[in-house]
């Protein structure tokens, strides 16, 4: 999927990205029950999911969801606490140190408004999350979203609009509160 595009449910296409879906949750489903310290089988794993090895100084911490995982970029030294969702089909990617806190969700797939299509199409565009950025806890990244530089999104943020380089977003629709 490339920005805003559309994929008929039923397709060939559609079939493909279904049996990744199931194949990713398999393979994450193994991950999230895997003890905390058995690193081997955790990089195993990863390395499944993701269809390379994880970067140098990556860290994860389980439970992970993805719903492809091949679409899904970590540049080195990234943090992933606890219990985050990456829906990549479209493609998700984090710059170099980026952090994200709990329970964050990036969503790259979606459905049409309209209530004709809704159920014949899905709709996706990636994310890009540039380096240095500070996802807090519960926030919730929408398709099409360029993150900036050294920005840092407030707990609990919805963000469905670019966030500028150097800028603290926060609330229900987030919204640049302060920039530096």
């Known amino acids: ?27 994450t489903s193994r991950l999230n029950v895997l003890p905390f310290d058995d690193e ?32 899904l970029d970590l540049a080195e030294r990234v943090f992933i606490n606890q219990n985050c969702t990456f829906l990549d089909y479209a493609g998700i990617r984090l710059g170099e140190r980026v952090m ?40 919730k990244i929408l398709p099409g979203v360029s993150i900036g530089r050294d920005a840092v999104v407030a707990a609990g943020a919805v963000v469905a609009d670019d966030v500028p380089p150097a800028s603290l977003v926060t609330g229900g629709k987030a919204a640049v509160r302060r920039r530096w």
């Open 1 to 27: 999927m490339s920005n805003d595009r559309l994929m008929r449910i039923h397709s060939p296409e559609f079939r493909a990205m279904s049996e990744r879906v199931l194949r990713a949750t398999r393979l």
């Open 100 to 139: 994200v806190g709990p329970n964050v969700m990036f969503i790259t797939v979606g459905h049409p408004v309209d209530p004709e299509e809704r159920r014949g199409w899905l709709t996706g565009a990636p994310i890009d999350v540039a380096e240095n950025v500070w996802i807090g806890a519960g926030a």
């Open 40 to 71: 081997s089988g955790k990089a195993e794993l990863f390395e499944q999911i993701l269809g390379r090895p994880l970067p140098p100084k990556v860290t994860v911490y389980p439970p992970f969801y993805t719903d492809h995982g091949l679409r």
